[in-house]
């Protein structure tokens, strides 16, 4: 079993930038890939970005190419979203994900934390 703790969220003004962690506890993390996704209000859950359980590769949502960057610090257990040049579109819940292989699909992801609410203002 692994546990993920998402952290980082809050209020931020359009333009601004945030970094999101997920900390994992219970197993290393550094034997599962991990991937961000966000649900906005009344919408889908969609995939923001995915890295490898090395950092060797790394996928990111087209739309959000650019402005986002994910990380990892093995040694830390822990997984980064770096998000820059923020939008009022970007307010969701951002999730933290963990899972065999690196995917942009929510079905390949075993573990989930309860997520990090990002609010941008206009």
């Known amino acids: 079993q692994v546990q993920l703790v998402e952290s980082g969220g809050g209020l931020v003004q359009d333009g601004g930038s945030l970094r999101l962690s997920c900390v994992a506890s219970g197993r290393t993390l550094s034997n599962y890939a991990n991937g961000w996704f966000r649900q906005a209000p009344g919408k889908e859950r969609e995939f923001v970005a995915c890295?490898?359980?090395?950092?060797?590769?790394?996928y990111y949502s087209d739309s959000l190419k650019g402005r986002f960057t994910i990380s990892r610090d093995n040694a830390k257990n822990t997984v980064y979203l770096q998000m820059n040049s923020l939008k009022p579109e970007d307010t969701a819940v951002y999730y933290c994900?963990?899972?065999?292989?690196?995917?942009?699909?929510?079905?390949?992801?075993?573990?989930w934390g309860q997520g990090t609410l990002v609010t941008v203002s206009s």
């Open positions: 890295i490898s359980w090395g950092g060797g590769a790394t």
């Open positions: 994900a963990a899972g065999p292989r690196v995917s942009g699909l929510s079905l390949q992801y075993n573990y």
